[in-house]
């Protein structure tokens, strides 16, 4: 029997871009992934659709998979003959227990390999605009776990090694430990006025700072009730963040937006918005099967005068249709239209010049190309199906957490087709629209958007309507805090 391989791969500190990319790739090859609640779960898009995701998560006091189970799990799907991802926050070999699954996939004569990632001990100063070392600030830098296996979970540290030796010191997960850990600092000769900063989310846009010195930190994170995942960073480096300072300077920075999906795949508008620092939940995810060409309307293509295509895939489907059944790509005398700017411009790369149209009524006499949520929308003279459109089950656990972890401040629509799929992905999650919408700023591109938002009941009082996806990009740095709380 053919034994598999596993793969323990650092997925890094929670931005997306931050995969190495021998670790994107072997998401890619990956026929089962066992991952950690710190993985971002965008990174689970680039797998394979038929690939198992496994979720080993665990939230302090609350383990969802005990190690022994995972290390189990790893050594029977291998042995399945399977490619095997196991997916860990940061990089495995930084408090990952990476040595423990390997000891054991080798007792078991299982073949692997380990890929380092980023760890969140240096990528989350960084991104807090903060470097670990410094030739005028310090020279030593120290990565420590925050909670061990001892008896009362305070760690068990060479205290006075630390406060007397170490300039910058990061210490994981230390929320709950705080107060010991900066009385033991202090008590070994570490100065009361050291300056520390708490890094919450490191690295995406819902990252959260709270600075302070040993004396004030523990209270002041009381006081705010700051939670982990953090990384707790001490030492005189933590004062050069006022000058170079950079990733909370983008426009979107702090922004926690659901963004109406309608592609499989991550759209450009979801990857900007990111760019420009936002967290972005693309909902729901999709996954396409396709179907049977329409060879009746293959054999009449030269007859349609328009012909409209509602999704990236159906363009693909449509010309891989065409070079199959050798038809003459000079033989469609249609003028062509996507349903997005996006459409249009994938099919002007194409060499056609085509044109955006956000109406499906216009092509009653037409034919419209696209999945299968658009045969019962519009009476056109002719609808090529090209594929069905499923929702993916194996992301609803992921979007329930995401729901409850990150605080959501604005919902995007791009398009009026993004909102029949955001209620469908609802639906079957089993949660109301309102679940997700209530008291939250809602913004959509494009009149027809606005009209399937009434349609549900929204009222255009609590709507802003924009014209193009520039536009929306334009707008939403400009929502400022005030906005938002007279909105929410």
């Given amino acids: 029997m053919k034994i598999g391989k596993v793969y323990l791969v650092g997925a890094g500190p929670g931005d997306v871009q931050l995969i190495t990319v021998k670790g994107a790739e072997l998401i890619q090859q990956a026929e089962v992934i066992l991952y950690d609640r710190l993985v971002n779960p965008k990174l689970l898009e680039l797998a394979n659709p038929n690939c198992e995701l496994v979720y080993c998560g665990k939230l302090p006091n609350r383990h969802t998979m005990r190690q022994e189970t995972i290390n189990s799990q790893l050594v029977a799907k291998a042995k399945e003959g399977k490619i095997v991802v196991r997916l860990k926050g940061g990089d495995p070999g930084v408090f990952g227990r990476v040595g423990e699954e390997a000891e054991e996939l ?15 001990g240096i990528a989350a100063p960084l991104y807090a605009g903060i470097p670990v070392t410094h030739r005028q600030y310090g020279e030593s830098f120290a990565l420590i776990t925050a909670h061990d ?11 006075a090694a630390l406060a007397k030796g170490i300039d910058t010191i990061a210490f994981y997960m230390g929320v709950s430990n705080l107060l010991f850990i900066c009385e033991n600092l202090m008590k070994h000769g570490k100065s009361p006025n050291t300056p520390v900063i708490l890094i919450q989310w490191g690295t995406m846009g819902r990252q959260k700072t709270l600075e302070g010195t040993l004396a004030t930190i ?20 933590v004062s050069i963040r006022k000058k170079i300072s950079w990733f909370e300077k983008k426009p979107l920075f702090g922004r926690q937006i659901l963004l ?25 995810k999709w996954k396409t099967v396709q179907t049977k060409e329409n060879e009746e309307i293959l054999n009449k293509i030269e007859t349609y005068e328009k012909i409209l295509f509602t999704s990236s895939e159906s363009i693909d489907y449509f010309f891989e249709a065409l070079l199959k059944h050798k038809i003459d790509i000079r033989k469609i005398q249609a003028k062509l239209f996507g349903y997005s700017d996006k459409l249009t411009k994938k099919l002007n790369e194409r060499g ?6 956000k109406s499906l009524h216009r092509f009653a006499d037409g034919l419209i190309v696209g999945d299968s949520s658009f045969e ?17 089950v194996q992301f609803i656990p992921m979007f329930f957490r995401m729901f409850e972890e990150v605080r959501l401040d604005t919902v995007v629509f791009p398009n009026a087709v993004s909102v029949l799929a955001f209620v469908h992905g609802l639906n079957e999650m089993n949660r109301k629209l309102e679940y997700i919408l209530k008291r939250l700023p809602i913004v959509c591109v494009g009149n027809e958007t606005k009209v399937q938002l009434e349609h549900l009941g929204f009222s255009s009082s609590n709507l802003t309507v924009l014209s193009t996806e520039d536009d929306l990009l334009n707008y939403l740095p400009h929502m400022n805090n005030m906005e938002f709380a007279q909105m929410i």
Avoid: Y
């Fill in 218 to 237: 523990a209270n002041q994170a009381k006081a705010v009730q700051f939670s982990n995942p953090v990384i707790t960073l001490v030492g005189e480096l």
């Fill in 352 to 357: 056609f010049m085509a044109t955006t149209s």
């Fill in 149 to 159: 296996q001892s008896k009362d979970g305070k760690p068990l540290l060479n205290w």
């Fill in 376 to 392: 019962t929308q519009v009476a056109a003279s002719g609808v090529w199906v090209t594929h069905e459109k499923q929702m993916d």
């Fill in 260 to 284: 109406a999906r309608t592609d499989c795949n991550e759209s450009a508008l979801a990857k900007e918005l990111m760019k420009q620092g936002a967290d972005v939940i693309e909902f729901p």
């Fill in 106 to 120: 080798a007792r078991h004569g299982i073949p692997f390999e380990i890929v380092p990632g980023v760890t969140s």
